[in-house]
């Protein structure tokens, strides 16, 4: 009789452990992502690159790509603190225009706006941004006709690039002044050797800063004057990662050519969006797709790039921006309300399925009290 009270306490053992779970089994990739990019923000309003990061991880840039994603998932962010964010925000715009302050570069300031953008903070800061628009004008080198930081004498198209992204986004930008002689500048980058633009006159060309020139032209309303789009399209197909043999990195885009195993969501995100705005035919939608979406982790619900170094890979802000930002290109209704739509597609959450440990749990100790029984009635029959 007493074995069969031990059973019967191993069954009400059982039904306490269940009923303790989160009866949640699986969860979309958008929420999970969601909770992700929450957990990056922190007391100061701004947000990490890491769930684990410590405040040396938060930036302009990681907090944009935060804001971004959450902004894509849920445009009202009502699951942040965004009075926090927005302070934060206001607080970095001033940091790139004082003269005494920490010194902000110009992609800093870029990001720092587009925060406030999104937080629709903007309207309150007028003397702040016109300082901001007055500082970021004075960039402006009338003899290279392109734009550079205080501490670079040099102009690069990334900081052209940044310029005249937040000139755009401050509603200061006049396409009438300067944009012939810019997209000179901008021309003059072009690597005949390499077939893509480098990051300023008599550097090494590379996709990211063909990606810069091209939507700098763009921008300017100067793209008819860029004749080489095939050129540039065959240049970004070498980063290509399209052996299978890696199947971590098949699909996705490299920092090197003709480097099939080594991947990256970043160079993957410049050189996607290239091809799509030169409208090549050398997108492999599909196979990158896939490859965009396997990347997110079963971990920490962001995105990360492959390591051969560790099994456990941490996901980033940055990374997962990059990701969300090509998938888009794919499919810009990824963040629709269909269960059809991309980021809707439900995942096996281990981390919050209780059932799964419930049923774990349930069938150990049924086995255990089937062992004991089938003991219990063996020795009572002998």
């Known amino acids: 009789m007493k074995r069969r009270h031990t059973i019967l306490a191993y069954l009400f053992l ?34 990490k690159d890491f769930n684990n990061g410590t405040s040396d991880t938060i930036s302009e840039f990681t907090s944009y790509a935060n804001l971004f994603i959450l902004n894509e998932i849920d445009s009202t962010l009502e699951k942040i603190d965004k009075s926090k964010a927005g302070f934060w925000g206001i607080d970095r715009l001033n940091d790139f225009t004082s003269i005494t302050g920490t010194e902000k570069s110009i992609p800093d300031a870029y990001y720092a706006l587009e925060i406030l953008v999104y937080l629709n903070a903007t309207a309150n800061e007028t003397a702040t941004l016109n300082d901001a628009i007055t ?4 960039f402006y080198n009338e003899t290279s006709n392109g734009y550079n930081g205080e501490n670079s004498p040099i102009s690069t198209l990334s900081d052209t690039y940044y310029a005249i992204e937040f000139l755009h986004k401050a509603n200061s930008l006049s396409y009438s002044d300067n944009s012939s002689d ?3 500048f901008i021309i003059d980058c072009w690597d005949s050797e390499k077939n893509a633009f480098a990051g300023s006159h008599g550097g090494d060309a590379n996709p990211i800063d063909s990606y810069f020139a091209i939507q700098c032209l763009i921008r300017l ?17 070498n980063f290509y990662c399209d052996d299978p043999v890696f199947e971590a990195h098949n699909g996705g885009y490299s920092h090197t050519p003709n480097s099939p195993s080594s991947s990256s969501l970043m160079m993957t995100y410049y050189c996607v969006s290239l091809q799509n705005t030169l409208n090549s035919s050398k997108l492999h939608n599909e196979t990158t797709l896939n490859w965009l979406l396997s990347r997110q982790s079963p971990y920490d619900f962001g995105f990360n790039d492959y390591s051969t170094i560790s099994s456990l890979e941490i996901s980033s802000a940055k990374l997962s921006y990059y990701a969300i930002r090509s998938i888009l290109i794919f499919e810009e209704d990824a963040f629709g309300d269909r269960n059809s739509d991309l980021m809707n597609e439900e995942l096996w959450n281990l981390s919050t399925s209780g059932w799964l440990i419930a049923a774990i749990v349930v069938g150990s100790l049924g086995l255990a009290a ?11 029959r002998i």
């Open 135 to 138: 500082k970021m004008n004075g």
């Open 221 to 237: 309303d100067q793209l008819n004057i860029f004749n080489k789009t095939e050129e540039l399209s065959d240049y970004i197909e």
């Open 14 to 47: 059982s039904v306490l452990i269940i009923s303790s779970f989160d009866y949640s089994v699986a969860t979309s990739r958008k929420d999970l992502l969601e909770e992700f990019c929450i957990s990056n923000q922190t007391e100061s309003g701004g947000f």
């Open 182 to 184: 810019i997209a000179n």
């Open 370 to 380: 089937l062992a004991g029984y089938g003991i219990y009635r063996y020795k009572n």
